[in-house]
């Protein structure tokens, strides 16, 4: 299923955050034709797809230093939407001023306080105090709302575009690998047909409350030859008890291995349902 498949008929997407954000930018590079539409919260992106305001959310899911995005996990197993496609973003980001300043004039770096733990080589090096906004393009609008010279802010490149900044300093995240995989979610289900490609399968289950219920249903992706790429356990209900679960496979629920895992799975849960069959990203294989 290619991109175009995905977005045919559509014509707005949604992401979380302000215009020039990470997000922004995910939904630029992987629908270019799409209207992106900024949205203040995750539950907002969710609520404005599922009434139809946009067609397709692009919502970031992990990150190769912070690790996975909080609340996401909360809202997928509840929700209507279905995860169509996955994109790969190497997170670049830049310190940005305003117009006329120089770096040496720095003396507070704002950001979104996962942008300033991965960028603390810079703020180390040059003494910068840290002061945490609540989003990385939205730090870059208040330092140019602020015109002053002494402020700065970590923000991604497409900021600077956006606002009227000037980048001072580029590329100035401590790790080159800082990747942020985001999910495509879509009122309609969709998915490619067995044996079209490389897939992905997201799902989620609750294990029933036996002795080694864990090791039991996931047995049988062991024993078929199927390869889990995510497993991650959170609270539900407030219960301090691992009891949700959410995973990955390669492979489609069609393929026969898959097939019979999932059918195994079943028997030590309460629960699963099966979030989205998608194409796997070309990063994946580098």
């Known amino acids: 299923m290619s991109t175009s498949n995905i977005a045919k008929g559509s014509h707005r997407i949604v992401y ?25 919260s995750f539950e907002d992106c969710f609520a404005t797809v599922e009434s139809g305001e946009a067609d397709l959310a692009m919502i970031p899911i992990d990150n190769s230093v912070a690790g996975r995005v909080a609340d996401i996990h909360h809202f997928l197993p509840t929700s209507p939407l279905h995860i169509v496609a996955e994109h790969f973003l190497r997170v670049r980001f830049a310190l940005l001023g305003v117009p006329g300043s120089s770096l040496d004039q720095v003396k507070t770096v704002h950001s979104h306080v996962h942008a300033l733990g991965q960028c603390r080589r810079v703020i180390r090096e040059h003494r910068f105090t840290p002061v945490m ?3 990385t393009a939205g730090a870059a ?9 002494t402020q700065a802010a970590i923000s991604p490149p497409l900021a600077a575009d956006i606002y009227g900044l000037e980048v001072l300093l580029d590329d100035i995240e401590d ?25 992905v399968t997201s799902f989620v289950f609750n294990v029933r409350n036996l ?13 078929n030859g199927v390869n889990m790429t995510k497993l991650e356990s959170y609270m539900v209900g407030g219960e301090f008890t691992a009891t949700q679960f959410l995973a990955e496979v390669d492979g489609h629920p069609e393929d026969l291995p898959v097939q019979r895992a999932l ?6 849960t309460t629960e699963v349902k099966v979030l989205g069959v998608y194409p796997a990203d070309a990063f994946r294989t580098g």
Do not use: I, M, W
């Open 211 to 223: 002795p080694a219920a864990l090791y039991k249903a996931l047995g049988g992706f062991a024993t």
């Open 141 to 149: 609008r208040e330092v140019k709302e602020a015109g002053d010279p």
């Open 16 to 40: 979380q955050g302000e215009p020039g954000s990470n997000s922004h930018l995910a939904c630029r590079q992987r629908f270019p034709e799409l209207e992106p539409v900024a949205a203040a």
């Open 263 to 268: 059918e195994e799975l079943a028997f030590f």
């Open 175 to 199: 790790e080159e690998h800082n990747t942020t995989r985001f999910v495509v979610l879509s009122r309609h289900l969709q998915q490619p047909a067995a044996g079209e490609g490389p897939v």
């Open 133 to 135: 906004s609540g989003d």
